[in-house]
């Protein structure tokens, strides 16, 4: 049964502006990994914007948006070896996560040059 899904569309150059002009911006909003990742990446604004609009599309899925708390460093995107990106979490975005009884969790990353996406789905059993 689907708990909830969410989607999000994020300007490449806003993150890129974002990253260059502000000093805290990437500690703010990504984990170590996530900023390893995307750093290593040929496309390194497209990969962090992708992650930022999976991070707000999460947010979407569990109903509540940035009311309950939750840090940008708590939703972590990862990628399996396959390359298939993953959410990981901690702190209240994963209690919230429980409270809803959520037992999968999938995410699609996607972007363009210009615009980054990402669509979040979340589910349980009956």
């Not at 909003?29 to 900023?35: A, G, H, N, T, Y």
């Amino acid at each position: 049964m689907v708990v909830g899904v969410g989607i999000d569309l994020i300007e490449v150059a806003r993150i890129e502006r974002s990253v260059t002009s502000t000093e805290s911006f990437m500690s703010k909003v990504f984990s170590s990994k996530e900023v390893d990742k995307c750093l290593k990446s040929n496309n390194k604004y497209q990969c962090l914007a992708a992650r930022f609009a999976g991070k707000e599309a999460f947010m979407k899925a569990i109903g509540t948006g940035w009311s309950k708390g939750i840090k940008w460093t708590e939703i972590q995107i990862l990628n399996h070896e396959s390359g298939q990106p993953y959410l990981c979490l901690s702190g209240k975005a994963e209690e919230a996560v429980q409270q809803l009884g959520v037992e999968r969790m999938h995410i699609s990353l996607s972007h363009l040059a210009e615009i980054a996406s990402a669509v979040v789905v979340l589910e349980k059993e009956y």
